[in-house]
């Protein structure tokens, strides 16, 4: 199995940065696509962004706006998402997570929360 291990979040203030990291262990991921996603209370799960382990290719969110930047250290089993001009509608649980190939998103970390005041 894969294991996803989510740090990073925290409470920060419009404006400000944050880096998330996700450990990922338990197989090889050159085939692999790692992705995060964010839920806040009361809406739907959605994709921020992902990235191919092997190729580095990257896609975003629309609303990512050139905000935030997805990347992955294969040397260390991490992927990162740098978010930058975070706004309080950036507020939600934040998940990694891995899938082979095309196919869908099968395995989830716990989640960390970044919440952004006003």
């Known amino acids: 199995q894969v294991q996803l291990v989510e740090s990073g979040g925290g409470l920060v203030q419009t404006g400000d940065s944050l880096r998330l990291s996700c450990a990922a262990s338990?197989?090889?991921?050159?085939?692999?696509?790692l992705g995060w996603f964010r839920q806040a209370p009361g809406k739907e799960r959605e994709f921020v962004a992902a990235?191919?382990?092997?190729?580095?290719?990257?896609w975003y969110a629309d609303f990512v706006e050139g905000r935030f930047t997805i990347s992955r250290d294969n040397a260390r089993n991490r992927v990162y998402l740098q978010m930058n001009s975070l706004k309080p509608e950036d507020t939600a649980v934040y998940y990694c997570?891995?899938?082979?190939?095309?196919?869908?998103?099968?395995?989830w970390g716990q989640g960390t929360q970044v919440t952004v005041s006003s």
């Open positions: 997570a891995a899938a082979m190939g095309r196919s869908e998103y099968v395995y």
């Open positions: 338990g197989r090889t991921f050159s085939t692999y696509k």
């Open positions: 990235i191919t382990w092997g190729g580095g290719i990257t």
